[in-house]
């Protein structure tokens, strides 16, 4: 199916106190290009994000920001020092006995020193973290993806009309192309006519002059393979894969061939004509710049 390059999703996952949440921002680029914004904590986990993130989005700019918090009751603990307690306490009685202190030492005063205590956070289930975080980032997949698909579809249908209107024009263009060569033919007869001043020309030599310019101006193969790749742009939304790059390929491709017929052919309207094909393959490279 045909996917746009810009979305949005966002996945989330709470479980046993833990909750991840994940947003996925997607634009359009010429490759792939993953950027992921990851808690420190949990950075041993970026490159399972990376390699689920790039099976699923295979060209564009994509900006993954991953947020993480562990309310649970297993996420703290309290480390006792009970060296330095013993030296803060040993400290302490001698200050008592040299100076004769009343003796008020208690529990409150020596865990009130400082790294007595310390609170710490627990080791983590490294893979129990990455089961809960994993779905977390398919469910943000799975919505941007959605987007991408409405938006690609969008985008496939502007294509193709403009697709079929360049085909109506390439029609005109075909019709008017045999009288090109007539036109010429016409001019060439008044234009020795003039220069002889007489009523009878060599017909033999026009025949020659004539096809020579129609051989020079045909531009028959140009029109086959410009109709050609429009079938194969029709052809290449209907591909399960990515079709950006192949589509970017066929339009230069039809940019080349009505270049080329706008060079060889010496007439006003297809002039015209051309320059309405080229608008609206200019229009068409605007929006293929977006598929992925």
Known sequence: ??????????????????????????VNHRYSDIYIKIPRQISFLEDRVRDVVSKRISRGKADVFISYDNYGEDSRKVIFDEALAKAYLN?????????????????????????????????????????????????????????????????????LE??????GILAEITKRAPNVVYEYKKRLENRIKELLDQQTVDESRIAMEVAIFADRCSIDEE??????????????????????????????????????????????????????????????????????
């Open 223 to 292: 029109l086959v393979r410009l109709g050609s790749h429009i079938n194969q742009l029709r052809e290449t939304f209907n591909l399960e894969q990515p079709v950006g790059r192949k589509l970017d390929f066929l339009l230069q491709e039809m940019n080349r061939e009505i270049n080329t017929i706008g060079s060889k052919a010496s007439d006003l309207e297809i002039t015209r004509y051309v320059v309405e094909v080229k608008s609206e393959l200019e229009k068409i490279r605007e929006q293929i710049q977006n598929i992925e």
């Open 91 to 159: 400290a302490v009685e001698q200050l008592r006995d040299k100076y004769g202190l009343k003796d008020d030492i208690s529990v409150s005063l020596i865990s009130g020193f400082p790294d007595v205590l310390r609170v710490e956070k627990e080791e983590e289930d490294a893979e129990k973290l990455w089961e809960l975080l994993g779905e977390a980032v398919e469910n943000a997949l799975d919505a941007l993806v959605s987007m991408r698909e409405i938006e690609g579809q969008e985008l496939k249908k502007n294509v």
């Open 162 to 167: 403009k697709a079929d209107c360049i085909e």
């Open 1 to 26: 199916m045909i996917k746009s390059m810009t979305g949005f999703g966002r996945g989330e996952k709470r479980e046993d106190g833990k909750e991840f949440v994940v947003e996925i921002k997607t």
